[in-house]
T-cell receptor, first 111, second 113 residues
Framework: DAKTTQPPSMDCAEGRAANLPCNHS???????VYWYRQIHSQGPQYIIH???NNETNEMASLIITEDRKSSTLILPHATLRDTAVYYC????????????FGAGTTVTVRA | DGGITQSPKYLFRKEGQNVTLSCEQN?????MYWYRQDPGQGLRLIYY???????QKGDIAEGYSVSREKKESFPLTVTSAQKNPTAFYLC????????????FGDGTRLSIL
């Protein structure tokens, strides 16, 4: 799997958009970008994933650069409940069963 | 609502004792997984199962055992052979083991008395 690099922490004001960057410069053509988050003492929660195109769901948007070497997760209107560790991972689409989280980004949403 | 249920949330084990962690899902997922999470070490795969009555070892299977007699259930037994069992155990499931995302339960925290 390609390695990812994320900032260790970031703060965000409640109600504002949170933009979480992720670098994955060694990503291969058939690897997907996934985002999960983990609130303290809970299981990881799947947020979104994508291959090339930008993706949006009810939780967030995923913007992937044209060269696919980096991506940004956007939480459009952060709330206090979005305070969590956010993990960006890349993995193959087939027969790649093992998830491997790095250190992630600790996001703190402040009132 | 569909989801993954892990029980108990907290579990204490005495030395030399086997304990079983429960994982049930009603998402109709074929694949199920057990991970262990330790502080500062991320996730490590213990076992996974693609279909009923079949399972494979992950990276740290020693001292653990599983069964998959029903599609919905994938219990994990932490045996006395596991010398450092204190950890946060996470169960996950997915429709297949490919690109579709894995969904997690809320975990069981196991401690040694």
């Amino acid at each position: 799997d390609a390695k990812t690099t994320q900032p260790p922490s970031m703060d965000c004001a409640e109600g504002r958009a949170a933009n979480l960057p992720c670098n994955h410069s060694t990503i291969s053509g058939n690897e997907y970008v996934y985002w999960y988050r983990q609130i303290h003492s809970q299981g990881p929660q799947y947020i979104i994933h994508g291959l090339k195109n930008n993706e949006t769901n009810e939780m967030a948007s995923l913007i992937i650069t044209e060269d696919r070497k980096s991506s940004t997760l956007i939480l459009p209107h952060a709330t206090l409940r979005d305070t969590a560790v956010y993990y960006c991972i890349v993995r193959l689409g087939s027969n790649d069963y093992k998830l491997s989280f790095g250190a992630g980004t600790t996001v703190t949403v402040r009132a | 609502d569909g989801g993954i249920t892990q029980s108990p949330k907290y579990l204490f084990r005495k030395e030399g004792q086997n304990v079983t962690l429960s994982c049930e899902q009603n998402l109709n997922h074929d694949a199920m997984y057990w991970y262990r999470q330790d502080p500062g070490q991320g996730l490590r795969l213990i076992y996974y199962s693609q279909i009923v009555n079949d399972f494979q070892k992950g990276d740290i299977a020693e001292g653990y055992s599983v069964s998959r007699e029903k599609k919905e259930s994938f219990p994990l037994t932490v045996t006395s052979a596991q010398k450092n069992p204190t950890a946060f155990y996470l169960c996950a499931s997915s429709f297949d083991r490919g690109r579709l995302p894995q969904h997690f339960g809320d975990g069981t925290r196991l401690s040694i008395l």
